[in-house]
């Protein structure tokens, strides 16, 4: 058994359909790397082979922002504009966190990847807040990578909070959807100043999933820094125990 190697963390690819991209946000390549851990993009593909052998492969997985989920899977109507969406995504995405739940293996899950498995798992979304959710705060305008949108209160007891140790923080904010019913595996671990679901845990599984973006502020923001510290050490941790066993992140 390997045990010296590093973790290789999977992430989840952005279909950029005009250009004939895929792509990942760099930041995301570069937090892997400065963790410790070397990155790997996913093709963005259904086939569910090809994913099974990405499964095998990655020893954690970033469920990275993205188009919108499609609402039809929570019984919502889609917008009229189809570049909103990716249905390939969709499918590969639910693949992947039955894959990951299945071997154990962590899931880091960021704003539409929080969103997606909330609705995988039964829950479901304001597929735009602002039309649909009360607020002063302008969760979706762009405040810059780094600039700080909003508060959020990390719940003590929680996995964020073990990880940050702290109770308020300020975070930045790149989303019109969040969790409107919230799957029932799911616990909150951080909630904005206006009441949306901003993080959430699965009690016992290594699975986190925070609405704001720690990648582009990993630079200057010791919590993001450990946020995917905490991510790739629980990755690490799975594979010295051989893969059988696990560790909250
Ligand atoms: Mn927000």
């Not at 704003?111 to 995988?120: A, K, T």
């Not at 820094?225 to 125990?241: P, S």
Request: charged residues 25%; glycine residues 8%.
């Amino acid at each position: 058994m390997q045990t010296s190697r590093k973790p290789r963390i999977g992430i989840m690819p952005i279909n950029f359909e005009k250009m004939g991209f895929v792509v990942v946000r760099e930041h995301f390549l570069r937090a892997v790397i400065d963790c410790g851990a070397v990155p790997i993009m996913l093709p963005r593909t259904g086939n569910k082979d090809t994913l099974d052998e990405f499964v095998e492969l990655c020893d954690g997985m970033i469920l990275s922002g993205g188009h919108d989920v499609n609402p039809e899977l929570y019984g919502e109507e889609k917008a009229d504009n189809p570049e909103f969406y990716d249905d390939v995504r969709d499918v590969m995405e639910g693949h992947i966190v039955d894959a990951f739940m299945k071997t154990k293996k962590p899931i880091f899950a960021i704003c539409r990847g929080m969103q997606f498995m909330n609705v995988h798992f039964g829950g479901t979304l304001y597929t735009d807040i602002n039309k649909e959710y009360k607020t002063n705060i302008d969760h979706p305008r762009d405040h810059g990578f780094h600039g700080i949108a909003h508060n959020v209160t990390v719940l003590q007891g929680t996995p964020l909070y073990d990880i940050i140790s702290r109770t308020e923080y300020g975070v930045n904010s790149f989303h019109h959807q969040a969790i409107k019913e919230m799957a029932s595996v799911f616990r909150v671990c951080a909630v904005s100043e206006d009441g949306l679901i901003e993080g959430v845990y699965i009690p016992g599984e290594p699975v986190l999933g925070v609405q704001w973006h720690p990648e582009l502020m990993i630079d200057d923001d010791a919590e993001s820094r450990k946020l995917f510290n905490a991510f790739i050490d629980a990755c690490q941790n799975n594979m010295k125990k051989g893969g059988t066993h696990h560790e909250c992140i």
